[in-house]
């Protein structure tokens, strides 16, 4: 007499795991791997492939706050999914009342960039999951620590087993992370509507010239912000100040050289990842094409293409204009991303 109810049982189960695999509202493999048009491929590297049970697992840690000391942020405490990834203050706040040295920039696209932090001393996305978790003015905490605290957690201990066969460790966090944050790309702004799927109409007039002014020798914006993710990932100085408190570079590879050097950061989004420079102390757009109009201050190792411009202020403004057609609504409306 049971088997029939058995039967039913198990048809019920399997209707219920078909309709969640259907479910549009979930997310899968190839919402998440699919790149806009323009874009290359997200490089997930041969050692960390992409699976959904790394990256269920790995937004799971990216918001969890138990990766600080004292269980006050997580990496989306300064990371805001409603604004591309990025914090909206100068620098961000660390554990128990500390503040941090850079300003916190947008992690969307990170997938491609080849190297991280503002002075370019960490390869790996892996490596660069480590950063805030020991960085005193951070998290402050230690993730071996971390791993035998998330040991007790039955929903990861599942997790990490189902997406790498082994109890939850070190390894297991940073390839988890590091495989949610190569999804979190952005490539579907009005700018990739006109330049990348044909949408003539995508940009108004005054858009379309400030982006001509943008790709001009007149400015040489496009000569550092270039590509598709508009940067060439270069180390560069754009006269902000004649005397730096940063070393920039020079921190890491102690070259005279390379002080006050920065890794040329990306632009898109830009709109809405406000305040702006390496110590966020510009706090608009017009702010930033002011400066870069003016010339910036002087300093030995200022970039060649930074000097005084002699745009008009209908320029500039169609300059900030176009700058704003690089904001990805979509991205940011996203709840794929956003914490559960």
């Known amino acids: ?55 269920n697992l790995g937004r799971k840690l990216f918001y969890d706050t138990r990766l600080s000391i004292d269980g006050s942020m997580s990496c989306g405490s300064c990371h805001d999914a409603s604004i591309a990834f990025s914090d909206d203050v100068a620098m961000s706040n660390g554990v128990q009342g500390t503040i941090g040295t ?29 950063i805030p978790i020991q960085e005193h003015n951070e998290f ?13 957690d039955t929903a990861y201990a599942r997790m990490s087993m189902n997406a790498f066969d082994r109890p939850i460790d070190p390894y297991v966090i940073t390839r988890s992370i590091a495989t949610f944050e190569r999804t979190i790309v952005s490539g579907n702004s009005a700018y990739d509507k006109y330049k990348y799927q044909g949408n003539s109409m995508a940009l108004n007039e005054q858009q379309k010239l400030g982006l001509n002014l943008f790709n001009s020798e007149r400015t040489n914006c496009s000569a550092c912000h270039s590509d598709f993710n508009f940067s060439n990932y270069t180390f560069q100085n754009n006269g902000l100040y004649e005397s730096y408190i940063d070393p920039g570079r020079f921190r890491l590879t102690l070259d005279s050289a390379d002080m006050a050097l920065f890794k040329v950061p990306s632009l898109r989004n830009v709109a809405i990842t406000a305040p702006y420079m390496h110590d966020g102390s510009m706090q608009s757009l017009e702010e930033v094409v002011k400066h870069y109009n003016e010339g910036g201050k002087n300093h030995p190792h200022k970039s060649e293409f930074v000097k005084p411009l002699g ?13 704003e057609t690089l904001t990805d ?12």
């Open 311 to 323: 745009l008009t202020p209908n320029e500039m403004q169609a300059i900030v204009s176009f700058l």
């Open 140 to 152: 402050n905490h230690n993730i071996v620590d971390i791993a035998e605290q998330l040991t007790q």
């Open 329 to 340: 609504y979509e991205l940011i409306s996203n709840e794929f991303f956003k914490d559960e």
């Open 1 to 55: 007499m049971w088997r029939p109810y058995l039967v039913i049982l198990i048809s019920i189960g399997c209707i219920s795991c078909e309709h969640e695999e259907l479910n549009p509202s979930a997310p899968d493999s190839f919402s998440l791997t699919r790149v806009p048009a323009g874009f290359p491929e997200i490089p997930f590297p041969e050692e960390n492939t992409f699976s959904m049970a790394k990256w």
């Open 102 to 130: 850079r300003n916190a920039p947008s992690i969307a696209n990170m997938a491609y960039l080849p190297y991280y932090t503002r002075e370019g001393g960490v390869p790996t996305l892996e490596m660069q999951v480590l």
